[in-house]
């Protein structure tokens, strides 16, 4: 077990940029795929983003891909989100937990495994 500490968010303007960080507590983190999720105001949770052990394999959703990069720095126990060209559509409470994998060890976007945790608000405007 590990507790995990999500941080970064805050107020931009529309086409800024956050980095979301996600810290563990244990290295075991380093031995799980993590994905980032969001929650905005009056929707479902979504799955945007999931990097596996393997860290060259990345998953995004439609709505981020091409704006958003996640990376992991295993020396930190740490997982990033580097969030570009924000949009108000990307407003939300943002989390990162350990995701399901598939048959080839690659994360599983969208499938969290586990209760939800601590997150932190991204809010886009002007």
């Known amino acids: 077990q590990f507790d995990i500490v999500v941080s970064g968010g805050g107020l931009v303007q529309p086409g800024g940029s956050l980095r979301l960080s996600c810290a563990a507590s244990?290295?075991?983190?380093?031995?799980?795929?993590i994905g980032w999720f969001r929650q905005a105001p009056g929707k479902e949770y979504e799955g945007i983003s999931c990097?596996?052990?393997?860290?060259?394999?990345?998953r995004y959703a439609d709505a981020v891909k091409g704006r958003f990069t996640i990376s992991r720095d295993t020396a930190k126990n740490t997982v990033y989100l580097q969030m570009d060209n924000l949009q108000f559509e990307d407003t939300g409470l943002y989390y990162c937990?350990?995701?399901?994998?598939?048959?080839?060890?690659?994360?599983?976007?969208?499938?969290?495994?586990?209760?939800w945790g601590q997150g932190t608000q991204v809010t886009v405007g002007s």
């Open positions: 937990m350990p995701v399901a994998h598939d048959d080839r060890a690659a994360c599983r976007l969208g499938e969290k495994v586990g209760p």
């Open positions: 244990r290295s075991t983190f380093n031995m799980m795929n």
């Open positions: 990097i596996s052990i393997n860290p060259e394999w990345t």
